[in-house]
């Protein structure tokens, strides 16, 4: 297995691990808040779309852009319509717009040169084989620091809690909930994963993004 391969099913693990999860929080989450469902709904759709990008299963260019293009509008309008924080629905509007952006580029790309110098190393990437042509490199490379930008500040929220609560802290002594009720929560209830499941989303789509 070539180090292509390697990155490519590392990425279908990843992507559809996270994926799986938002899908799994949206279907237990039931009483959640109509927007938190939202959320869950539209990452569960990009981490399985990566998934099976980075696998190389085909998918009908027109049902791709149909479906990324519709959630990212969706995010649009959630985003102009919100009160209070946006931030989500911007890294929403980000990951969907890539992967409407990786769609059509990928359909645009000749098939049959994988051994060419533009595709060498990307041949354990089916979805992605074959792809001299990079798309546009600006509208690439601008996706791509979006991506990393989204990631970072979801990690950023990560560390947060943990620097908030660290010894001499103000919040150190601040009555809690102690370690046996944080374990007890319900895996699809914890309230860092869906940042985490965003830092993996986020490095991913950078990566298939750098890759092609």
């Known amino acids: ?5 390697v990155i490519a099913w590392l990425l279908v693990l990843l992507c559809g691990g996270a994926g ?6 949206l279907c237990f989450r039931r009483a959640a808040p109509a927007a938190h469902r939202a959320a869950d709904a539209t990452e569960a759709v990009m981490g399985l779309g990566m998934a099976v990008m980075a696998a190389g299963l085909t998918t009908p260019t027109g049902v791709g852009v149909a479906v990324y ?7 649009l309008v959630l985003g102009a ?4 924080h946006r931030a989500h629905h ?3 509007l980000v990951g969907h717009g890539a992967m409407v952006y990786m769609t059509v580029v990928t359909a645009a790309a000749p098939r049959g040169t994988a051994g060419t110098a533009d595709t060498a190393g990307m041949t354990g990437m089916a979805g992605m084989t074959g792809m001299p042509v990079r798309g546009i490199p600006l509208v690439t490379g601008t996706l791509l620091l979006a991506c990393v930008a989204v990631s970072v500040a979801a990690g950023l929220r990560l560390i947060a809690p943990a620097a908030a609560s660290a010894p001499g802290s103000a919040s150190a002594s601040a009555p809690g909930p102690g370690p046996t009720s944080a374990t007890a929560r319900s895996l699809w209830r914890a309230p860092a994963l869906p940042d985490a499941c965003r ?4 490095l991913s789509m950078a990566t298939m993004l750098a890759l092609m």
Do not use: F, I, P
Request: aromatic share 6%; net charge neutral.
């Open 20 to 25: 799986a999860y938002c899908a799994v929080r």
């Open 1 to 5: 297995m070539g180090g292509a391969e």
């Open 69 to 75: 293009g519709s959630a990212a509008l969706a995010s």
């Open 199 to 202: 830092v993996v989303m986020g």
């Open 90 to 92: 911007a890294y929403h």
């Open 81 to 84: 319509l919100a009160t209070g």
